[in-house]
């Protein structure tokens, strides 16, 4: 077969030339199988010829039985079955189209007898698009019989004997990048991308598909293929450069691997995040299981770790560490109970910060009467709590209501009834008390438009007390499990309740910094108990998988 117009390949993306020169005159055929109605040309001015309606109606046989990927069927209708069976089936197995269109065009006699008809092919193919090409087949009639005369090129004028139709991964597509310019591997962060169509469908993948794409969504070629190796002959389609670009992202790849395997063997839903306290760059933000971006996006209670912005609050009116303060049992709101874990009480004598380390409830709540129904919210603010953070992908970012009843204030305060918050603004806060100012976090720098800037700043007599009483915590409270580590780390752990069980159910937190160097954390345990019991020893091996 020769190389003429008709076997110009049609790419999918060129628009398909129309037929010039066509006189038509009279119905062949109405064909049930594909409901094509044929026409045939005159032959010679004399008037239709029967011989191209009768081959024509083979070949349209073949051609319907190949769209609709009946490769028996197909091979039927030719000169060689076996042969055009095998090379029909292994195209439509390879290509997986999910749309298939053949149109055939006008017939012409050859002098051997044989006509010759051009048709187009036009597919849907997963993950490729809209792909299509022309070519052509002899249909010829020997001893009364008319058969499609059967050879490679008539499947694609681009291959010869021994090849095939195939699909191969392009590599066009940019991928997510760490700090250092390596490939992130955090799959709860980097999304995945749905082969079929190959667009980003969760996580920075579907928030970046134009960029990573380029904004073409093909993740896959058609090429021919060896048939008996497999190994590319020739690319056919996706060979055109595409404008994709890599996302890159803060992430510390050690100090993700550190969290990532801090969380390994855990049982319960968890997560880790780290983030720079000098610019707010996420350096980790592990999950485990996968999946759920919970260490960015999930909503939870914070228990008593919101009790630094407590802290905060009750500092900013003028109470001191050195404070005295009572921590009984029970303390009793409008005849609402709130005691402490296991119901425990401090010595007669016990101050603000020994509260605090231990995590006291009562005592907070006690202390509720110094702060106004907007005292919470508006130190939360501080913190960069209740802003809309531009952090180059979905985060939560945190909700404290200013109080609506006694009560509510009473167990805002400890970090229950309607405060809620992700691990990464607990991170945050950690962070804010390091730095000494907020500074919102951020994961893709070159995606932020407008950076959230906390509307005040904490004092700096508010966060030397902070940082005083978190290190208190970690050397004789409740954050004993980081007691023997270096760094000089300080934290608060959170014990939060949820749900309406009885005893109520609870996560277990732990927030912190270490004083040697410039990162801060939060670990969440889902349904996970004790913050100082069970988040403590996470956040423990996650700082010592740092070192």
Request: hydrophobic share 35%; charged share 20%.
């Amino acid at each position: 077969m020769n190389t003429s117009d008709d076997y110009h390949r049609y790419g999918g993306r060129r628009p398909r030339r129309g037929m010039r020169g066509v006189v038509v005159v009279a119905a062949v055929a109405v064909l049930a199988g594909g409901g094509w109605l044929g026409y045939s040309r005159l032959s010679g001015g004399n008037g239709p010829d029967p011989r191209i309606g009768e081959a024509q109606a083979v070949l349209v046989k073949f051609l319907d039985a190949w769209k609709a990927g009946d490769a028996s069927g197909a091979g039927a209708y030719t000169d060689t079955p076996d042969r055009a069976e095998s090379l029909v089936g292994s195209v439509m197995t390879n290509l997986k189209p999910s749309k298939t269109e053949i149109e055939p065009g006008e017939g012409k006699k050859r002098s051997e007898g044989d006509v010759r008809f051009p048709f187009t092919v036009r597919m849907e193919i997963p993950g490729v698009g809209s792909y299509g090409w022309k070519s052509r087949a002899d249909v010829r009639n020997r001893s009364g019989k008319w058969a499609v005369v059967f050879s490679t090129p008539v499947i694609h004028p681009a291959m010869v004997p021994g090849q095939t139709l195939a699909l191969k991964s392009q590599e066009t597509r940019a991928r997510v990048l760490d700090r250092n310019g390596e490939v992130l591997q955090a799959p709860s962060l980097v999304g995945t991308v749905d082969e079929s169509t190959g667009k980003g469908v969760s996580g920075l993948e579907a928030r970046y598909d134009k960029q990573l794409s380029g904004g073409s969504p093909a993740s896959k070629a058609v090429v021919v293929a060896d048939r008996q190796s497999g190994g590319v002959v020739k690319p056919l389609s996706g060979t055109e450069a595409v404008d994709a670009e890599p996302v890159r992202t803060t992430i510390d790849p050690d100090v993700q691997q550190a969290a990532a395997e801090a969380l390994s063997g855990v049982r319960k839903n968890a997560a880790i995040v780290a983030v720079d306290p000098r610019d707010g760059h996420i350096l980790a933000a592990a999950n485990r299981p996968g999946g759920m971006n919970r260490a960015l996006e999930g909503r939870y209670p914070p228990g008593s770790t919101f009790k630094v912005v407590t802290a905060a609050a009750l500092l900013k009116q003028g109470m001191r560490p050195t404070d005295v303060g009572d921590c009984p049992k029970f303390a009793y709101v409008d005849g609402q109970r709130f005691e402490n874990q296991n119901q425990f009480v401090l010595a007669p004598g016990s101050t603000f910060r020994d509260s605090f380390a231990k995590s006291c409830n009562t005592f907070f709540v006690g202390a509720r009467g110094k702060l106004s129904d907007t005292s919470l919210h508006d130190a939360a603010r501080a913190f960069g709590i209740g802003g809309t953070w531009d952090v180059g992908t979905v985060t939560y970012d945190g909700s404290v209501p200013v109080n609506n009843s006694d009560n509510d204030k009473a167990a805002s305060v400890i970090g229950q009834a309607r405060v809620q918050v992700s691990p990464l603004v607990m991170a945050s806060i950690a962070a804010t008390v390091k730095q000494g100012t907020f500074h919102q976090p951020v994961l893709v720098p070159d995606a932020v438009k407008k950076t959230y800037r906390a509307p005040a700043d904490l004092d700096r007599t508010v966060v030397g007390s902070l940082r005083e009483m978190m290190r208190a915590t970690v050397t004789y409270g409740a954050g004993w499990a980081l007691k023997d580590l270096p760094g000089e780390p300080h934290a608060k752990t959170g014990t939060a309740e949820f749900g309406s069980a009885r005893p109520p159910r609870t996560h277990a937190w732990m927030i912190g910094y270490q004083g040697d160097r410039n990162l801060a954390w939060s670990v969440l345990l889902e349904d996970g108990g004790s913050g100082g019991s069970d988040a403590g020893p996470i956040a423990a091996k996650f700082l010592k998988g740092l070192r």
